[in-house]
């Protein structure tokens, strides 16, 4: 293995100034559960990492009046015991309480699960129907936020340039009655083939028990994570019954298709995605 340097900043300052040195070959480190692996198979050889696991400033859950912040070292385990993110994005606690072992979900970061842009990331999907953006820091102390979906361009490819780390997440509350769910198929020990992620968002209108709006994020279907616009439509004014969870079902199996065209696993998640929406829709309906 090639030798590197690293670099252990523990404020934004010193970020800075640490992003100053890097060069395309530079790497940052949060939780290391997919760095640390890339390194020992020698899929990288970095000049030089950036450790910002001791960055505490990164590592919160808060709120003002109209949004939700997340700092990009918060671990899947401090998600799931959110109070915050319990009443405000069930979808994202689920998603992470279904994330590897405790292990990884007490190293696992949310800032590392969307540099590592896996098309099986389990957040990233959840961050697209929650429309959050996340905030990036660059080498000469500037800032600016892009939507999740734009930083997703491929597996293991991301929109940042190497002097630029992500340092937050945020996205809005919402205005209306905001309910969410997660449900996945197939886990890291799984062949491949069987890893589906379905996420529901739906602004629900419990008088008349119909869905006024609704957001659906598909992963581990494609290059990257989407969001199933067709379907978004289609949910759109429709009330809760049986037969609209079939309808749902039906309409993402065909988005699959769409999705993934002459891949080999596509017979099998057409119809695996079926038993998938059955599961996220029920959740998202225990949630009222
Ligand atoms: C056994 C096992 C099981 C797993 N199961 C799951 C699972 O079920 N679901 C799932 O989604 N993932 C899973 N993972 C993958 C991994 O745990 C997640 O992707 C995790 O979120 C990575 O976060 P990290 O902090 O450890 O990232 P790191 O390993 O530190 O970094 C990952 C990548 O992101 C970049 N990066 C890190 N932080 C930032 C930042 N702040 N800004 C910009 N780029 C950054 C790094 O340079 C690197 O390329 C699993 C991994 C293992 C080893």
């Known amino acids: 293995m090639r030798s590197f340097d ?64 997340i700092g990009a070292i918060t671990t899947f385990t401090q998600i799931t015991e959110s109070q915050l993110l319990n009443k405000y994005a069930a979808c994202l606690v689920q998603a992470s309480e279904t994330v590897g072992s405790r292990q990884i979900r007490n190293r696992g970061t949310i800032g590392g699960n969307i540099g590592n842009c896996s098309p099986a990331g389990d957040t990233l999907p959840v961050l697209m129907v929650l429309e959050a953006a996340a905030t990036i820091l660059n080498s000469q102390g500037n800032t600016r936020e892009m939507p999740i979906g734009d930083i997703l361009k491929g597996p293991n490819r991301t929109a940042l340039n190497y002097d630029e780390v992500i340092i937050g997440v945020k996205f809005p509350k919402g205005k209306g009655n905001w309910i969410s ?43 990257t994570a989407f969001r199933a616009l067709r379907i978004e439509e289609m949910l759109k004014g429709q009330k809760v019954s049986d037969q609209l969870t079939e309808r749902l079902s039906e309409e993402l199996s065909k988005e699959i298709e769409n999705a993934i065209p002459g891949r080999a696993s596509l017979p099998y998640k057409k119809e695996a995605i079926k038993g998938v929406a059955h599961e996220a829709f029920e959740k998202l309906l225990n949630s009222i």
């Open 181 to 223: 769910s997660f449900a996945k198929l197939g886990s890291r020990t799984a062949v491949t083939i069987a890893k589906i992620n379905v996420v529901l968002n739906a602004d629900y209108d419990a008088d008349t028990k119909t869905i006024r709006s609704a957001r659906v994020g598909l992963g581990a279907v494609g290059k």
């Open 6 to 69: 690293v670099l252990t900043p523990s404020n934004i300052l010193e970020l800075v100034q640490a992003l100053k040195k890097a060069t395309a070959n530079s790497k940052i480190l949060s939780g290391g559960t997919d760095l640390v692996i890339a390194l020992h198979e020698r899929r990288i050889e970095p000049d030089l990492i950036i450790d910002m696991s001791g960055m505490r400033e990164l590592d919160y859950i808060n709120e003002d009046n109209d949004n939700i912040y």
